[in-house]
């Protein structure tokens, strides 16, 4: 499969950036976002393909192990370098250092108050945050820990960040090498090392780092553990994942359970008696069952959807976007599910236009531009990945918790909010990889011609509607 594969695609990136910031700068003009930001995405766009392609050359032909030790080098030092500067970057422009948004302030605040609670010996974090969701408590145990164990710093936090970053590129490596081949485990622990986002994340103070963390680990788990057999140490291991997800976002939880459900009842690959993947089956059924039913989690379960859907017109995403000029773009008000599910196979759209807001509002609107165009680009490849049954069949897991999540956020309309997406971008970049390295046939090489200006036509349309959001025309 090796052979197929011409890694010099990944640097087909860069010129749909450039090419769409021309084509923005003259019909947008003064509108578009200032020279430096544009540089700057260029710098990192540039990292990320040039960085993915040149250290797959490089690191393709070594053996398992010494893959793994300089997987592991890139990651530690390439992410404490971003921390680093990010860290220094927010405190300049901010005046803290993190990313300026309400759940930034809420884990860092909320972690604090745990932490001084655990060093009175109080333990009790359903009763320090009464009014809070369980799918709250995960992130602000996780920082409340960090503060206790090694002092109130957000540095170290994340150091803490990237240790479990890294641990999960690892970890993906192992499971990809397992159900598919070793080139695509490397292409895919590569790009998940250089893509943009998971190198920002480890530093502005948000739950997504021990989240994916979590999905990785569980998915090793059942992926390598269970193809072994039942044994009590994983089962366990199993329940206490499961629990902990349902304390970093409901419908996750739910969608990892009837995941597990697949893969048992369909996977060849597991040792497990028939017998027992229909028991294993039959109880978490139930408990997903008993959950939905009796727990408080179903309200917030229910929050996804009333947010698609909206009991009433006063709650409907339609009346919201209408009413909420600027907040949201008003193109996702005319799109029904199908069309979601494509904006969220693509999404996130870079925002260039120079919106003049709240300074801080920026940054955190143009922070993600070039992980809009890194996503984008790798979004063909994922259908090319996805599309391909034989994949589909041996990685029941992967693919129902992926589908799921894309329904999901379909379903919910957030399809275009990326960081509702980041626990399942390791498997997207999975995909993606298989994608990059199948067989180039006719149809991939028209798509490769078409794509990019398909892709760029998007954008440019996207960013006309951000002149009626920010009323700019």
């Not at 609670?117 to 409340?144: K, Q, T």
């Not at 039942?230 to 199993?238: A, E, G, T």
Request: hydrophobic share 50%; with cysteine.
């Amino acid at each position: 499969m090796q052979n197929n594969f011409s890694s010099k695609i990944l640097l087909l990136g860069i010129p749909i950036y450039i090419i769409t910031i021309l084509i923005g700068y003259s019909i947008f003009g003064s509108n578009i976002m200032p020279f430096p930001w544009i540089l700057w995405h260029f710098l990192v766009l540039l990292f990320f393909f040039g960085g993915s392609y040149y250290t797959f050359n490089i690191l393709k032909s070594l053996s398992h192990k010494s893959f793994i030790k300089y997987l592991f080098l890139i990651n530690i030092i390439l992410k404490l370098i971003i921390l680093t500067l990010t860290y220094f970057y927010f405190k300049s422009e901010i005046g803290i250092p993190m990313l300026s948004h309400k759940d930034p302030f809420f884990y860092h605040d909320a972690g604090l108050k745990i932490a001084q609670e655990f060093r009175h010996l109080n333990f009790n974090v359903v009763a320090m945050f009464p009014n809070s969701d369980f799918s709250d408590l995960g992130g602000i145990v996780y920082y409340g820990l960090i503060y206790f164990i090694f002092g109130n710093s957000v540095f170290i936090a994340g150091i803490i960040n990237i240790l479990f970053m890294t641990s999960a590129i690892i970890l993906t490596f192992k499971i990809i090498t397992q159900i598919h081949s070793e080139p695509v485990a490397k292409l895919t622990a590569i790009i998940m090392s250089f893509i943009p986002i998971l190198n920002l994340y480890v530093g502005v103070h948000l739950k997504e780092i021990i989240f994916i963390w979590l999905i990785v680990k569980g998915s090793h788990l059942i992926i390598s553990g269970f193809s072994k057999g039942l044994k009590f140490q994983n089962i366990l291991s199993l329940i206490l994942i499961i629990f902990s997800l349902f304390s970093f976002r409901t419908v996750i939880a739910f969608a990892f359970i009837l995941s597990v459900i697949t893969y048992f009842v369909f996977s060849e690959n597991t040792k497990i008696r028939l017998a027992y993947k229909i028991l294993t089956s039959a109880f978490l059924l139930l408990s997903f069952g008993f959950i939905v039913t009796y727990s408080s989690i179903n309200k917030e379960t229910n929050k996804y959807y009333s947010k698609g859907t909206g009991n009433n017109a006063n709650s409907s995403i339609i009346y919201t976007l209408n009413k909420e000029r600027g907040k949201h773009s008003i193109t996702t008000s005319f799109l029904g599910i199908p069309e979601q599910i494509a904006i969220c196979t693509i999404s996130p759209f870079p925002t260039l236009i120079n919106y003049k807001g709240d300074h801080e509002e920026i940054i955190g609107i143009r922070i993600l531009i070039a992980d809009a165009f890194a996503k984008g680009f790798l979004s063909l490849f994922f259908v090319f990945g996805i599309v391909n049954w034989k994949e589909l069949k041996r990685n029941f897991f992967i693919t129902t918790f992926l589908i799921i999540n894309i329904a999901i956020l379909s379903i919910s309309g957030l399809t275009a909010n990326y960081r509702f997406f980041l626990p399942t971008l390791p498997f997207f970049i999975y995909f993606s990889a298989v994608g990059l390295m199948s067989k180039k046939t006719t149809v991939k090489k028209v798509l490769l011609f078409f794509y990019p200006m398909i892709l760029i036509v998007i954008y440019l349309f996207f960013n006309y509607t951000k002149l009626l959001d920010y009323n700019l025309i």
